[in-house]
């Protein structure tokens, strides 16, 4: 996923990053994996609580990296998944404003 101007191929290497390192945490306990995840959101939570945009930036990553392990071990393509799915939530918004 990237909302900066980066090649998809440095994307996709990044996301077979994170996941390889989850893969070698986790293995394939996706609820270990995803009981990390929750508290990640936590550590979210937490930074925006204090204001501390550092350890924010730096959760949003961690918990980002498990989504995509989270995906890889349900064969899902996010960025795909992401991209459909919203394309099509934001014609159904564009549809409704415009008949307001």
């Known amino acids: 996923m990237s909302f900066y101007n980066k090649s998809n191929s440095d994307t996709i290497e990044m996301d077979l990053v994170a996941v390889e390192y989850y893969n070698r945490k986790f293995g394939d306990d996706k609820a270990a994996a995803f009981i990390h995840l929750v508290r990640e959101i936590g550590e979210i939570a937490f930074a925006m609580e204090r204001n501390n945009i550092e350890h924010a930036k730096l959760e949003l990553t961690e918990s ?17 998944n992401i991209k459909s799915l919203y394309t ?3 014609e159904t918004l564009k549809t409704s404003t415009k008949s307001q």
């Open 64 to 80: 980002t990296a498990l989504l995509y392990f989270l995906a890889s071990k349900y064969e899902l393509d996010l960025d795909a």
């Open 88 to 90: 099509k939530k934001l």
